[in-house]
């Protein structure tokens, strides 16, 4: 005979588990309809730089296939960490997503004390381009090749002026190994995103300036100079570029891709990896990226993952050479 307070445990137990199926369903049902209202997509940087840029070539494919527009947000700040925490305290429904460059994603993780971790708070969506990162002057600089410029730098320090844009970006940290390895004194310039830069460039403002899609654009229009390919192998289109590897001996890759928050359902993961994927082979992102010298590549949610923490322990490597990590 079932005492009193059994009955009551038993009902408890069904009550809980009618819940339980009834929030299921819930979920379900919001998987299969998702998505109903349009997509919020974060750039953590300003208008007009090579993130934006990538991004707004992907929207439309991205809406097309989902059935619901995607609309850029930039959100510049903290040299990106601004908007990797937006999307890390987003609800996890699929309505707010954000761009990831590999370097100031992790870098600034392993450099400042920021409210989130690379590696446990995203679900990661794909990987869309490979980055072509480079140093550039103005063409009517005086230096006309990655060897004059260093050897100006060594006669002349602490005058030349180079410009990053944020604090943590791979090619900031990349020029800043540079430095150090070659004995160099710079004076560096931090902008909030590469238009900011560009415009100092071009303005006289600075003399170099590191980056990728808008920098190789104005060499291709002729108002700037490639000097050094911050790359293992050269940049599409500049074969005589000297490239970071033939010089240093040391790989260098930088990607961009898409994430959310942690605890996205997977059947809204799915939906939104099939999109991002369906944009890497839409004709206009293609073009952006020939215009900007990237290379278009496909990486999966869990292939962009593995690229995630492999590219931790190699930033986290140069960073340690530089005494820049974060004391713990």
Do not use: C
Request: aromatic content about 10%; hydrophobic content about 40%.
């Amino acid at each position: 005979m079932l005492t009193k307070r059994r009955v009551v445990s038993v009902v408890v137990t069904m009550f809980s588990i009618l819940i339980l199926f009834s929030f299921s369903g819930v979920f379900v049902a919001a998987a299969q309809e998702y998505p109903t209202r349009p997509i919020k997509l974060i750039v953590p940087f300003s208008p007009g730089g090579v993130a934006d840029l990538t991004w707004r070539a992907m929207t439309d494919a991205m809406g097309k296939v989902l059935g619901q527009p995607v609309v850029i947000e930039n959100k510049p700040g903290g040299g990106g960490s601004l908007g990797y925490t937006t999307v890390a305290s987003s609800k996890p429904d699929g309505y707010t997503v954000g761009h990831v460059p590999l370097g100031s994603f992790i870098n600034n993780y392993l450099i400042y004390d920021v409210s989130y971790n690379p590696r446990k708070d995203f679900s990661f969506i794909g990987g869309v381009a490979r980055y072509a990162e480079s140093i550039v002057v103005k063409t009517d600089s005086p230096w006309k090749t990655w060897d004059e410029f260093v050897e100006h730098s060594k006669k002349h320090p602490n005058e030349v002026k180079i410009g990053f844009s944020g604090a943590a970006s791979s090619n900031t940290i990349a020029a800043k190994w540079i430095e150090k390895q070659l004995g160099l004194k710079w004076r560096q310039v931090i902008f909030p995103g590469d238009a900011e830069g560009i415009t100092a460039l071009l303005g006289g403002h600075i003399d170099a300036f590191p980056g990728a899609g808008p920098q190789n654009m104005l060499v291709k229009d002729g108002r700037a100079r490639m000097l050094l390919a911050l790359t293992v192998d050269p940049i599409p289109g500049f074969p005589n570029v000297p490239t970071f590897k033939k010089v240093f001996g040391k790989d260098t890759m930088n990607a961009s891709g898409l994430m959310g928050p942690a605890g996205i359902p997977a059947p809204i993961l799915a939906k939104l990896e099939k999109a991002v994927q369906e944009g890497t082979k839409d004709p206009g992102f293609l073009k952006a990226m020939d215009l900007m010298n990237m290379t278009p590549i496909w990486r999966n949610g869990k292939e962009f993952s593995q690229d995630v923490n492999a590219s931790f322990m190699s930033f986290q490597e140069s960073l340690k050479d530089l005494n820049m990590l974060k004391k713990k």
